[in-house]
């Protein structure tokens, strides 16, 4: 991808559907036979690796402008294959539905990932304590249950796909489960709109104590997926860091809460509606912040690296303490390269901002991080060119074509016939 920096944008942007949402939503609809539907779901990378691994198990899939029929019917295969998990993660969320409805569920093992080790004990913890028998070899991990009972388990942490597969287990179990320290993130509340709307008794979506009342049965069921809050921030720190006026729309603002009070603390002027946030400001009046991620409703990590573009051009120094995952700060030896002064030690990166950048060649080396070097790329000034965008294509829609229709100068070199000018 070819970013040539400088430009200011301006402009309103429409939000897809939340890819955090979308790829848990498909694999629930393994839950019920028939055709689910959903709307609003986002032409994205991660979506066709979900959509293969649904086919893989005997699914119909169908996706055209936005709306996905999966058809369940047919489904005969309880396995998802290494080629598919190792390409995505969410992969493994098709494990609590299976075994509910099938009684077993065959996943290559995910293994390590470019954002640390990524373990998934409090899945298997779960679903163990669910009456699931857990056996590993050969790179998977199969669970098999005659029938899942219902369990009273508090999370050793709020993790999103424990409390995902665990959710999506126990709506078919026996009995009342009750998962207490549960993740809150709007795409769980989201999911369990549709589990609701599928027939299952959910209360507590949103807090971080779920029950869920096991039912005999689910049946199929029509949802529209939530805006993704992540492509919102992105799109804002865009404007912000190019001193531009940018309105993002297809989200409550009310989830961006605190990333917002961040903006307006470092200077960026925020002004929200009810379905749309509006940012404005001049990078040569922003000041710099600390930022510690945290689930939510914490400061995400997913808007971390894109952040750190932010503050790099912020002055005074800024701390940013990653608490999720190990390994995210792999992204700032190449945001260096752009000009950025970050000093990382351990889970704190500390960032001496007011820094001019200048445009070069980097790799991205995962999703976030791409996003942010090509922020970062329309923040510098002259030529970025960034490697590896397929990262970027997993999560963002039409991510160069929204940010030209803001005004940015940016394209895709598909076989390198774009370049920048050599320096
Ligand atoms: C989801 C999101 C991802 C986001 C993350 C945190 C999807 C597809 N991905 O990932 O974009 O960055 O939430 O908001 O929705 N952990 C354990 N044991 C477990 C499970 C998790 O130790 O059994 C640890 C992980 O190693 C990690 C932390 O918990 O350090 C957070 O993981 P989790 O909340 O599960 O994130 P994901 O669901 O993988």
Not at 28 to 38: K, N, R
């Amino acid at each position: 991808m070819i970013v040539r920096g400088g430009r200011r944008l301006s402009g309103q942007v429409t939000v897809s559907g939340a890819k955090n949402s979308a790829l848990k939503l498909m694999a629930a609809a393994l839950l019920a036979p028939g055709v689910s539907v959903l709307h609003n779901v986002p032409a994205i990378q991660d979506v066709s690796t979900m959509r293969e691994v649904l086919e893989h198990l005997g699914a119909r899939v169908d996706f055209a402008d936005g709306t996905m029929t999966i058809d369940t019917v047919d489904v005969t295969s309880q396995v998802a294959p290494y080629e598919l998990v190792q390409r995505m993660r969410a992969s493994i969320q098709i494990m609590g539905p299976l075994v509910a409805r099938f009684g077993q569920a065959r996943v290559a093992m995910p293994g390590g990932c470019n954002l640390g080790p990524r373990k998934i004990d409090i899945h298997l913890r779960g679903l163990a304590a669910m009456g699931g028998t857990v056996r590993s070899g050969h790179g998977f991990v199969e669970v098999t249950a005659d029938k899942l009972r219902a369990i009273d388990m508090f999370l050793d942490y709020p993790s999103v796909g424990a409390t995902e597969n665990l959710l999506m287990a126990a709506v078919l179990a026996e009995g009342t489960t009750t998962l207490e320290n549960a993740a809150r993130e709007p795409e769980i509340v989201d999911l369990c709109k549709f589990l609701v709307s599928m027939g299952a008794e959910i209360e507590g979506a949103g807090s971080s104590t779920l029950r869920i009342t096991g039912v005999n049965e689910m049946h199929t069921a029509e949802h529209t997926v939530l805006g993704d809050r992540i492509e919102a921030g992105t799109y804002l720190i865009a404007g912000a860091v190019t001193g531009g006026e940018v309105e993002v729309t297809g989200i409550s603002p009310h989830v961006l809460d605190l990333f917002l009070s961040k903006l307006r603390s470092i200077g960026v002027q925020v002004h929200e509606n009810t379905r749309s946030v509006k940012i404005w400001g001049d990078p040569t009046s922003y000041v710099g912040v600390d930022v510690a991620t945290l689930p939510y409703p914490g400061f995400a990590t997913d808007l971390q690296a894109q952040m750190m573009v932010l503050l790099s051009l912020a002055q005074g120094v800024s701390v940013v303490t990653e608490n999720v995952f190990e390994n995210r700060f792999g992204f700032v030896d190449e945001l260096a390269r752009l000009g950025a002064d970050i000093r990382v030690n351990g889970n704190h990166a500390v960032i001496t901002g007011g820094r001019a950048l200048s445009g070069a060649i980097v790799r991205c080396p995962d999703l976030r991080a791409g996003a942010a070097l090509a922020i970062a790329g329309l923040a510098a000034e002259g030529c970025t060119e960034l490697r590896d965008v397929y990262h970027i294509d997993r999560g963002y829609e039409r991510f160069e074509e929204k940010l030209r229709a803001l005004g940015a100068d940016v394209e895709r070199s598909v076989a390198g016939e774009v370049s920048c000018p050599a320096t």
